[in-house]
T-cell receptor, first 112, second 115 residues
Framework: SQQGEEDPQALSIQEGENATMNCSYK?????LQWYRQNSGRGLVHLIL?????REKHSGRLRVTLDTSKKSSSLLITASRAADTASYFC????????????FGKGMKLTVNP | KAGVTQTPRYLIKTRGQQVTLSCSPI?????VSWYQQTPGQGLQFLFE???????NKGNFPGRFSGRQFSNSRSEMNVSTLELGDSALYLC??????????????FGPGTRLTVL
């Protein structure tokens, strides 16, 4: 079963607004990554944040990580219609097998 | 550099048949991972190959198998197809794979439909 979930599962906003997506997980991690998937296509890596980092930026994206709460958030500022996609958080768990574990994803719709 | 390529992009099979999917990683990447994506179960890890060896395996039955060639290209095979195997199969490559816990580069996927 998936470890952790994105929240909310779906979000609909207007162009120009900010979008915040949250991800929770249960076990300790080496790092956490966010990916985007446009309808039925492959995933695109957005940003990677290591367990010893608290915040990271990339363009209009800001990711925070709170390891004490086992949660991360992805903020997209000044959203565009092209940001419409599904967003996934994925974690490399600490210990155990070395595989990337994905959440179920969150559907973001940005209305023009 | 060319991205990860997967062939074929679409496939229709009937129950009981077998299928082979192919993945060519980014040049220089030695790790290839395979994932199954379905609406109900989401993205699930199938297995990872590194330098022609299966390094990690997910919780899938033995009908799902894979291999990696010396040029890092990988194939996965599903035998005795079931309706529930209908899914988008994604391949991802990375430089070192799980050991470096780095980003993965995904191909466009193969959409498999089992009738």
């Amino acid at each position: 079963s998936q470890q952790g979930e994105e929240d909310p599962q779906a979000l609909s906003i207007q162009e120009g607004e900010n979008a915040t997506m949250n991800c929770s997980y249960k076990t300790s991690i080496n790092n956490l990554q966010w990916y985007r998937q446009n309808s039925g296509r492959g995933l695109v890596h957005l940003i990677l944040i290591r367990s010893n980092e608290r915040e990271k930026h990339s363009g209009r994206l800001r990711v925070t990580l709170d390891t004490s709460k086992k949660s991360s958030s992805l903020l997209i500022t000044a959203s565009r219609a092209a940001d419409t996609a599904s967003y996934f958080c994925a974690r490399y768990p600490k210990g155990g097998s070395e595989k990337l574990v994905f959440g179920k994803g969150m559907k973001l719709t940005v209305n023009p | 550099k060319a991205g990860v390529t997967q062939t074929p992009r679409y496939l229709i099979k009937t129950r009981g048949q077998q299928v082979t999917l192919s993945c060519s990683p980014i040049s220089g990447h030695r790790s290839v991972s395979w994932y199954q994506q379905t609406p109900g179960q989401g993205l699930q890890f199938l297995f990872e190959y590194f330098s022609e060896t299966q390094r990690n395996k997910g919780n899938f039955p033995g009908r799902f198998s894979g291999r990696q060639f010396s040029n890092s290209r990988s194939e996965m095979n599903v035998s005795t197809l079931e309706l529930g195997d209908s899914a988008l199969y994604l391949c991802a490559s990375s430089l070192e794979g799980g050991g470096s816990w780095g980003e993965q580069f995904f191909g466009p996927g193969t959409r498999l439909t089992v009738l």
